[in-house]
């Protein structure tokens, strides 16, 4: 989602090769949209293993939390701090709020999660993943005015977030399985986006479409 960048007038302190340069650096900066979408999904997916029943949790610490903590968090940060840059706000909000989610959720099942008395934990993390919820149907709506890929990647990212959040508050193991099929349904998604991004601006044309 590029941004149009503006050079400054040319000045006697600004000659016009200056600015001509500055213009040239600006057009040439990276689409940090790939990498966000890219440390999204591949956490996303790991995380939706454990979530749909398809790998025992007993691993999910040591696999998921180190993902969500450097690249699902960190990665997806940065990507949003560089889509500020870009004068992306709905790319800023996505990414630096989804890589927050990331780093938080590391914090949570780390050092939270232990503490809280064993009936209540699936009440806390479903309360937790309802406020997820809440956030990301309101990005879906900014969403439609996007393309099509977009567009679904936010609706099924919603309804993974909803499926979760019921699953622990009922304590229904088909719900939390639901909500981690759809998980990996999103991750896909999210990764086909990234992929056609990098691919038509690797090959200055398009690639894959995105409706």
């Given at each position: 989602?590029p941004s149009?960048?503006?050079?400054?007038?040319?000045?006697?302190?600004?000659?016009?090769?200056?600015v001509?340069?500055?213009?040239?650096?600006?057009e040439?900066?990276?689409?940090?949209?790939?990498?966000?979408?890219?440390?999204?999904?591949l956490t996303t997916?790991?995380?939706?293993?454990?979530?749909?029943?398809l790998?025992?949790?007993?691993?999910?610490?040591?696999?998921?939390l180190?993902?969500?903590?450097?690249?699902?968090?960190?990665?997806?940060?940065?990507?949003?701090?560089?889509?500020?840059?870009?004068?992306?706000?709905?790319?800023?909000?996505?990414?630096?709020?989804?890589g927050?989610?990331?780093?938080?959720?590391?914090?949570?099942?780390?050092f939270?999660?232990?503490?809280l008395p064993?009936?209540?934990?699936?009440?806390?993390t479903?309360?937790?993943?309802?406020?997820?919820?809440?956030?990301?149907?309101?990005?879906?709506?900014?969403?439609?005015r996007?393309d099509?890929?977009?567009?679904?990647?936010?609706i099924?990212?919603?309804?993974?977030?909803?499926?979760?959040?019921?699953?622990?508050?009922?304590?229904?193991?088909?719900?939390?399985?639901?909500g981690?099929?759809?998980?990996?349904?999103?991750?896909?998604?999210?990764?086909?986006?990234?992929?056609?991004?990098?691919?038509?601006?690797?090959?200055g044309?398009?690639?894959?479409?995105?409706?």
């Amino acid at each position: 989602m590029p941004s149009s960048t503006l050079a400054p007038p040319a000045t006697a302190a600004t000659p016009a090769a200056t600015v001509a340069t500055v213009a040239t650096v600006a057009e040439r900066r990276a689409n940090p949209g790939p990498l966000g979408l890219a440390a999204f999904a591949l956490t996303t997916f790991v995380l939706s293993l454990f979530n749909s029943g398809l790998i025992s949790n007993a691993a999910l610490s040591a696999v998921v939390l180190p993902l969500a903590l450097f690249y699902g968090g960190l990665a997806q940060f940065v990507a949003g701090v560089l889509e500020f840059r870009r004068g992306n706000t709905f790319g800023t909000t996505a990414f630096v709020s989804y890589g927050a989610f990331w780093m938080s959720f590391a914090g949570y099942v780390k050092f939270v999660v232990p503490t809280l008395p064993a009936d209540q934990a699936h009440v806390a993390t479903g309360w937790f993943l309802v406020a997820w919820f809440i956030f990301t149907a309101y990005m879906s709506i900014a969403a439609l005015r996007l393309d099509l890929a977009h567009r679904a990647l936010f609706i099924v990212l919603a309804l993974t977030f909803l499926f979760l959040a019921l699953g622990d508050l009922a304590e229904t193991t088909a719900l939390t399985h639901t909500g981690g099929f759809l998980g990996l349904l999103c991750a896909g998604i999210a990764w086909y986006i990234s992929f056609a991004v990098v691919a038509q601006e690797t090959w200055g044309r398009k690639v894959l479409p995105l409706g």
